[in-house]
């Protein structure tokens, strides 16, 4: 890596580094004598920099998080809603101060932070002090944050794509760029990070990025002084720290990993005989999201909130929610942020100046009467209208709010302002899990179960390709649950089209249908050939719940969610640096879906590694491209391969998430001579009881021996107890030809359904599609080292 350009700082700006106040009788390019001052507090201690009446104050907030604060004339404001108000403050444990030639340093084991005196330049270097930033101090002064690095570094970050943008520039960010909310499912935050080791988190509510080739400068901040965070690390120790500084996500309900069919024009009748259909067919659905219709829109007295007792006449006495739920549905409604301005809860608005400042009234394109934005950046407005949508829509059985079109004010926080009043509401009255999908996404709005979908996009393949670089793209800024319009909103998809659209659809983070007035998107309504090509999708989503709750908590814990680009694993592969093809769905499946009409051969490049096909078994060596022949008439057919050392826990199949109790889960096992691991997670799947620590955490770990595979299973974690009593491991690779459990032989079986039918632990030999396969039935639940002796 070629060493960093120095940065030629100007000495007419007369920087003076001190622990006194400014010197007030010096004229800028008057030369000063400089010094720093190394401040000692409860808290720990940094390096602050007088320049003037101005100082910068720095500091090691954890081994990996550096914080630059700029105070002009001393003084700090609030942080802004990007910053969780909640977090904990880092403790500063590891930091050292020292003294080095021309300057002082701040060292941890991941960061060497050094300042220049001479140069006044802010160097920060990687735990082996190489160099990734230099950052220019004294343009601060002049509302600019300026940076360089390395020349080439792949930067990321910043924004996403709205519904209609073209979205040819992938994954890399260059030039000018806004960070925003943006709307139209636009994702954006103040971040800019890089796959060399580094990220620039800065706290401000909307900011221009101009990057170049080995500089970036951020300037129009809403802070004047300039607040920003230098993270190193890996991909995914930035986002680590992000969620750490912006707040960490809460859990969805666990049915919100499944199926959700949204649907504009229907009726209590239709609602019922599409979810018995579902029922009928035995294609899994969790969730049934209402358009307009389920509220009484435009008419007085709270039409807003409350249920259409004409269209849905069971809706406002709860007698639906709970007939739906009996069949393992639930039923989450759209919520608007305007109110009709003639109406007993316009008024009231009016009386409380509750309206977006400066906005006219227009006529709403659905009741066509006048409505106004409530302006959610106020309080008493959020608490108030969070209970009206408790009191007419949660207590009658709308579990979810699809939140829509609180992107037009051209406010960066009017969308998560208006989600904050449903969680807030939600979590004051209930311990029942939030739940919401919304239409833009600006970093801090994760801390209210806040999902974002990626707009009003069109039908066809060409809008369907398209959305693999929004879903990327958002999720490079921190919008880890990302979901779409499957089907596309405007328009009709040919049957190919939505077959395809599902299979997409089913390795996302938040799988849903939806499309305008009166278009359905059922699986039947597109013929026996894409139903059961879809159906096959879906259902394969439910087999791999458990897989895919489990990132739902790693994500909460974390901050990288079920779905990342491939950057994230393979930084140093310029192959996958703008790859927006295929992804990762959690740590060991990469799919790649057909995205194209009529395609019978897809070109795949397959990261380093061992590759197994998901449905052949074929076994691919990675760092290559592989050509997959695909089936064009049936359509049934997904790109899908199981990383080597991958351990994937699957269940069986349910018409909906929580059918049945789970007892034994199947654990496909692909052991590689590096040891890996998955940490299996089950909680009760609705409540917030797992925040006190009512949850089943379970490690599984596995790897080749040269004499023996070995899989261990640790210890539990947490208090809730689930059904699960057994781990049915398929361990892929060389046939056994004896088990030992922690010491003592397991007895073997003749077969797997002989293994099958009994109530105890054991193991047998067998053979699948990936080849021979040791079948392992073991308790759950408690410690155990399981060794695979090979057959000679």
Known sequence: MAPIRSVALSLALGMIVSASPAHAGTQPGQPRSTRTAVHTGAHGHGLTIAMGSDRVQV??????????HFEPAGVSSPPTLLMDPHAARPTRNGQRVKRAVGGEELVSNSARVHWDRHTGVLHVDDAQHHPLL????PALQHGQLQLQHHAGDALYGIGGYNATENVDAGLLRQGVMQAESGEQGHAGAPLVWSTAGYGVLVDTLGGKFALTGDSITVSATSRKDIDC???LGTPARIFAAVARLSGHTPLFPKWAMGFTNSQWGIDQKELLTIVNTYRARHIPIDNFTLDFDWKAWGEDNYGEFRWNSQKFPDGPDGKLAAQLHALGMQITGIMKPRLHFDTVEGRYATSHDFWVPGEKASFDYFSHKLVKNIDFDIPAARHWFGGLALKYGFDDGIAGWWNDEADTTGSDTEFMNMQRALYDAQRAASDVRVWSINRNFYLGSQRYAYGLWSGDIPTGFASMAGQRARMLSAINVGAMQWGMDGGGFTGHPSDENYARWIEFGAFTPIFRVHGVLNEKRQPWVYGPVAEKAASAAIRLRYALIPYIYSYEYQRHVDGVGLVRPLLFDWPHDPRVANDVDSWLFGRYLLVSPVVQQGQTRKDIYLPAGRWSDWFSGKVYQGDEDIQLALDSKGWGDIPLFVRDGAIIPLQPVMDYVGEKPVTELAVEVFPSDRRSTFDYYDDDGSTYAYEHGAYFRQTLATQNHANSVQFDIGAVSGTFKPALRFYLLKIHGRPASSVIVNGKPLASRDSLGVLQQGG?????????????????????????????????
Do not use: C, Q
């Open 59 to 68: 500091d090691l907030m954890t081994a990996n998080i550096v914080r630059i």
């Open 760 to 792: 105890s632990e054991g193991w047998a030999s067998g053979h699948d599609r990936f080849g021979a396969v040791t079948y392992v039935r073991i308790a759950a639940a408690a410690a155990k080292t399981v060794l695979l002796a090979p057959a000679r």
């Open 229 to 231: 965070y230098v993270v």
């Open 134 to 137: 230099a950052l220019n101090l």
